[in-house]
């Protein structure tokens, strides 16, 4: 089955370290792989994706993902965390859909990060 | 660029009466939208997906006659809760996906809390 991990319910980090949110996958041939990041009573916001080439994904805000595909995994990172990365962020992975098309998303079940002045 | 709308983003009905929601893409045509669940503190449900001018595709579990969608054009989509009750209360998501160079991502809305009281 077609699945996506994230390990951590809540990620604590001060202010100025760097941050790592992990997110591992499972899905049947080559894997797209999305983060999205969701305020609250918000909806989501893209910040990168990984679909081929460089491992290492540049995004908005700061952050950047790398895509490792012997340990099937996508992690989220930023060098230098800011108290306003403070969010919940969804790793997702791109699988067909039953009816054959294209892009049908499943998520992870997001992490919260919390950033301490 | 590829902004999409909800509206509304709160509302509140009485057990028994219906609601819609509308999702708009703003400045693309949306060829597959899709309508998603969250529940507090949870990831999001994808409940089904539409493509333009075609009956949507339900997830395994979400009833057709009770969460009516349609796609009658490339820039709207409605969902409609159908004699809504309060186990229907939720955050509702939808995004929103075109063919051609933003084939693999999805675009959210903001989102739509509905309270059934």
């Known amino acids: 089955a077609q699945s996506v991990a994230q390990p951590e319910d809540q990620v604590n980090v001060a202010e100025g370290n760097p941050l790592t949110v992990k997110c591992t996958y499972s899905?049947?041939?080559?894997?797209?792989l999305f983060w999205y990041v969701q305020y609250p009573n918000r909806g989501l916001q893209f910040l990168l994706k990984?679909?081929?080439?460089?491992?290492l994904v540049k995004g908005s805000y700061g952050f950047e993902a790398e895509f490792n595909k012997s340990q099937t995994s996508f992690h989220l990172k930023k060098p230098s965390a800011l108290v306003s990365d403070s969010a919940l962020y969804f790793c997702a992975v791109r699988v067909p859909t039953f009816s054959g098309g294209y892009n049908k998303l499943i998520f992870g079940a997001g992490t919260r990060l919390a950033v301490h002045p | 660029g590829a902004v999409v709308s909800q509206h509304p983003s709160r509302v509140i009905c009485k057990s028994g009466t219906s609601v819609k929601i509308e999702c708009r893409s703003l400045d693309f045509q949306a060829t597959t939208m899709f309508w998603y669940r969250q529940f507090p503190k949870k990831s999001l449900m994808l409940m089904a997906t539409?493509?333009?001018?075609?009956?949507?595709?339900?997830e395994q579990g979400v009833e057709k006659d009770k969460f009516l969608i349609n796609h009658a054009s490339l820039t709207l989509s409605t969902l409609t809760v159908t004699s809504a009750h309060p186990e229907d209360s939720s955050f509702y998501i939808c995004?929103?996906?075109?063919?051609?160079?933003?084939?693999?991502?999805?675009?959210f809305g903001p989102g739509t809390r509905l309270t059934v009281t």
């Open positions: 990984y679909i081929t080439g460089d491992n």
């Open positions: 899905v049947s041939g080559n894997p797209y």
């Open positions: 539409s493509n333009e001018g075609s009956k949507a595709t339900y």
């Open positions: 995004s929103a996906s075109s063919t051609g160079f933003m084939a693999y991502e999805q675009y």
